[in-house]
């Protein structure tokens, strides 16, 4: 399994981003894509997933709901978190990750695989 994330980029408050995973060497149906992120001197943070199978996403973190959406394209077994009125305290390096054989869990160390991860950076 590889996970390949990418859409990162320097952008100004109020900007959007879509961050897409690319995903490739699945051989079940049945797994979830989470997306996370790691800013600067603090801890990872799970940002929001979807089930790949039944196409129910979650959102973790308070204050991306209303802003970002999480989506996938089966057939580009592609990812995408789509990021809207970004702010300052959204900047962080975005990771995707697979959990094979289950439901979204909040708890990364249940996360098998993880992409290279993306940088987005927001600030005027």
């Known amino acids: 399994v590889q996970l390949q994330a990418s859409g990162g980029g320097l952008v100004q408050p109020g900007d959007s981003l879509r961050l897409s995973c690319a995903t490739s060497g699945f051989t079940m149906d049945y797994y979830a894509i989470g997306w996370f992120r790691q800013a600067p001197g603090k801890e990872r943070e799970g940002v929001s997933c979807?089930?790949?199978?039944?196409?129910?996403?979650?959102y973790w973190a308070d204050s991306v709901k209303g802003r970002f959406t999480i989506s996938r394209d089966n057939a580009k077994n592609t990812v995408y978190l789509q990021m809207n009125s970004l702010r300052p305290d959204d900047t962080a390096v975005y990771y995707c990750s697979a959990i094979v054989y289950s439901d979204c869990r909040r708890n990364s160390d249940e996360y098998e695989y993880w992409g290279q991860g993306t940088l987005v950076t927001v600030s005027s």
């Open positions: 979807i089930n790949i199978f039944s196409g129910r996403s979650t």
